[in-house]
T-cell receptor, first 115, second 112 residues
Framework: DQQVKQNSPSLSVQEGRISILNCDYT??????FLWYKKYPAEGPTFLIS?????DKNEDGRFTVFLNKSAKHLSLHIVPSQPGDSAVYFC??????????????FGRGTQLTVWP | KAGVTQTPRYLIKTRGQQVTLSCSPI?????VSWYQQTPGQGLQFLFE???????NKGNFPGRFSGRQFSNSRSEMNVSTLELGDSALYLC???????????FGPGTRLLVL
């Protein structure tokens, strides 16, 4: 049962343009959402997070938007750079029950930024 | 501040053997979680420890076990290895159970 879904396995964007990565979730107990960047055979690197009490969080070129009613979040990267090319994972967690201390991951989106 | 470290980085075992993987969290972090990444299943949660207590466990067989020591370092053990246990095993640490998790580089396990 995939509680976090990233429906686009890949995204190709030209350098300097905006990259938008999308993520949907089903569990209403999730209240904390994160984006990680990952290279093959390495551990995920934390990028940015958002609490369910907010609808937007920015950190430099990265902005995450949360739409709780739609159970949807997105990561915007502006401007995109070739070094951003990697797999991006959306993750979610909660504060109780089976969600405590556990990240639920999407299957990832391979972002390719070309010059 | 040093990041999460995992040892060993690579491991080759044969079916039926057992293996122990080690994780040292970021200094000051008391929560350690373990994940398995495979091409077929993606990133799957194994278990989470906080102050030497297992607080949550994923849907893995009893062959997968773990523990945490008083210095927050953690180990996970897989007994009676199967071919399907070949995966990247990732450890993550956080200050507390509900805080952001930071990942180590992982241990690549190959079971022959």
């Amino acid at each position: 049962d995939q509680q976090v879904k990233q429906n686009s396995p890949s995204l190709s964007v030209q350098e300097g343009r905006i990259s938008i990565l999308n993520c949907d979730y089903t569990n209403s107990m999730f209240d904390y959402f994160l984006w990680y960047k990952k290279y093959p055979a390495e551990g995920p690197t934390f990028l940015i997070s958002i609490s369910s009490i907010k609808d937007k969080n920015e950190d430099g070129r990265f902005t995450v938007f949360l739409n709780k009613s739609a159970k949807h979040l997105s990561l915007h990267i502006v401007p995109s750079q070739p070094g951003d090319s990697a797999v991006y994972f959306c993750a979610a967690s909660g504060r109780g029950g089976s969600t405590l201390g556990r990240l639920y991951f999407g299957r990832g989106t391979q972002l390719t930024v070309w010059p | 501040k040093a990041g999460v470290t995992q040892t060993p980085r690579y491991l080759i075992k044969t079916r039926g053997q057992q293996v122990t993987l080690s994780c040292s969290p970021i200094s000051g972090h008391r929560s350690v979680s373990w994940y398995q990444q495979t091409p077929g299943q993606g990133l799957q949660f194994l278990f989470e420890y906080f102050s030497e207590t297992q607080r949550n466990k994923g849907n893995f067989p009893g062959r997968f076990s773990g523990r945490q020591f008083s210095n927050s370092r953690s180990e996970m053990n897989v007994s009676t290895l199967e071919l399907g246990d070949s995966a990247l095993y990732l450890c993550a640490s956080s200050k507390d159970t509900t805080e952001t998790q930071y990942f180590g580089p992982g241990t690549r396990l190959l079971v022959l």
